[in-house]
């Protein structure tokens, strides 16, 4: 399979999609050792992304420094979709920030909501 390029950048906080939503156990992404992460597409260059449960619990922050699109779950960092406090994220709706550090949109920030389904 070839890769896909690596997404551009976005400065348009209202375009900012999880994918997929809802996850299940499977994301149905190409790589089958990819099949346990979330990616968050159309972010800024650099930003810092902070989940929620409904209940207003911090479950995980990613710091992102790149192109326009990073994922929480990766074969790489072996993580496969842990919070911060290395446990699988339970069933349920979160909520999710996307604070811009690009300069000129400093502070500026996107929320929105995605599905987990087990």
Same mark, same amino acid.
């Given at each position: 399979?070839?890769?896909?390029?690596?997404?551009?950048?976005?400065?348009?906080?209202?375009?900012?999609?999880?994918?997929?939503?809802?996850?299940?156990?499977?994301?149905?992404?190409?790589?089958?050792?990819?099949?346990?992460?979330?990616?968050?597409?159309?972010?800024? =260059?650099?930003?810092? &992304?902070?989940?929620? /449960?409904?209940?207003?619990?911090?479950?995980?922050?990613?710091? !992102?420094? #790149?192109?326009?699109?990073?994922?929480?779950?990766?074969?790489?960092?072996?993580?496969?979709?842990?919070?911060?406090?290395?446990?699988?994220?339970? =069933?349920?709706?979160? &909520?999710?920030?996307? /604070?811009?550090?690009?300069?000129?949109?400093?502070?500026?920030? !996107?929320? #929105?909501?995605?599905?987990?389904?087990?």
């Amino acid at each position: 399979f070839a890769e896909e390029a690596p997404k551009a950048p976005s400065d348009d906080m209202a375009k900012i999609r999880v994918v997929p939503n809802p996850f299940r156990q499977r994301s149905g992404l190409l790589d089958a050792s990819q099949n346990n992460r979330l990616a968050f597409v159309n972010i800024p =260059a650099k930003c810092t &992304i902070r989940i929620y /449960t409904l209940a207003g619990d911090l479950v995980k922050i990613i710091e !992102h420094d #790149g192109f326009g699109e990073t994922t929480w779950g990766s074969q790489d960092v072996g993580n496969y979709l842990q919070t911060d406090f290395s446990e699988s994220p339970a =069933a349920g709706l979160y &909520i999710y920030q996307v /604070t811009s550090h690009v300069s000129g949109q400093e502070g500026e920030s !996107h929320v #929105g909501k995605f599905m987990i389904i087990r």
